[in-house]
T-cell receptor, first 111, second 112 residues
Framework: EAGVAQSPRYKIIEKRQSVAFWCNPISGHATLYWYQQILGQGPKLLIQFQNNGVVDDSQLPKDRFSAERLKGVDSTLKIQPAKLEDSAVYLC?????????FGPGTRLTVL | GENVEQHPSTLSVQEGDSAVIKCTYSDSASNYFPWYKQELGKRPQLIIDIRSNVGEKKDQRIAVTLNKTAKHFSLHITETQPEDSAVYFCAASSFGNEKLTFGTGTRLTIIP
């Protein structure tokens, strides 16, 4: 659990700017998820990777959000251009033995 | 798709008393039900989970019960302590589709 790393921890941008988040999963965990958690709500899945392939991106707003996981290890999530409603915590999680473990998240504020 | 409802949204209990949080799910194919605890500004932490082949699981002061027929599951915390204060989320997923659908959360406050 302690091994999921994310950066940056905080980011403030203006609307229409672009931003990128980075996730380094627990070593050996093939499945990686990106979630969006809006204040006061539960995490909502944006995209799921299995190694470097996308398993589910049905809830990813593809007109502005993109994600990749080159080499099946680290992953980046990008937003371009950002909107006010994108203000949230972006959580990365990995899975082992059917259990998901979360990173500390990146808190994004869009002004 | 799966829909998970969680009640209550807020819960205050006296220290030492028990707390119960309930969730219902819609997809009968769901067979994995974890509970996460999230303290302010922290990551969600897995505290207990249950799979559909059992009806109850216990870990010290925390227990989870599952009623597959009624499609609901509950978190029970006994002998509550101040450090139990947090937001608790239930979630559900099905075998072969490991996407977790989360409930809306319960803010638990333990009153000293």
């Amino acid at each position: 659990e302690a091994g999921v790393a994310q950066s940056p921890r905080y980011k403030i941008i203006e609307k229409r700017q672009s931003v990128a988040f980075w996730c380094n999963p627990i070593s050996g965990h093939a499945t990686l998820y990106w979630y969006q958690q809006i204040l006061g709500q539960g995490p909502k899945l944006l995209i799921q990777f299995q190694n470097n392939g996308v398993v589910d991106d049905s809830q990813l707003p593809k007109d502005r959000f993109s994600a990749e996981r080159l080499k099946g290890v680290d992953s980046t999530l990008k937003i371009q251009p950002a909107k006010l409603e994108d203000s949230a915590v972006y959580l990365c999680a990995t899975q082992t033995s059917g259990r998901q473990f979360f990173g500390p998240g990146t808190r994004l504020t869009v002004l | 798709g799966e829909n998970v409802e969680q009640h209550p949204s807020t819960l205050s209990v006296q220290e030492g008393d028990s707390a119960v949080i309930k969730c219902t799910y819609s997809d009968s194919a769901s067979n994995y039900f974890p509970w996460y605890k999230q303290e302010l500004g922290k990551r969600p932490q897995l505290i207990i989970d249950i799979r559909s082949n059992v009806g109850e699981k216990k870990d010290q002061r925390i227990a989870v019960t599952l009623n597959k027929t009624a499609k609901h599951f509950s978190l029970h915390i006994t002998e509550t302590q101040p450090e139990d204060s947090a937001v608790y989320f239930c979630a559900a997923s099905s075998f072969g589709n490991e996407k977790l659908t989360f409930g809306t959360g319960t803010r638990l406050t333990i009153i000293p």
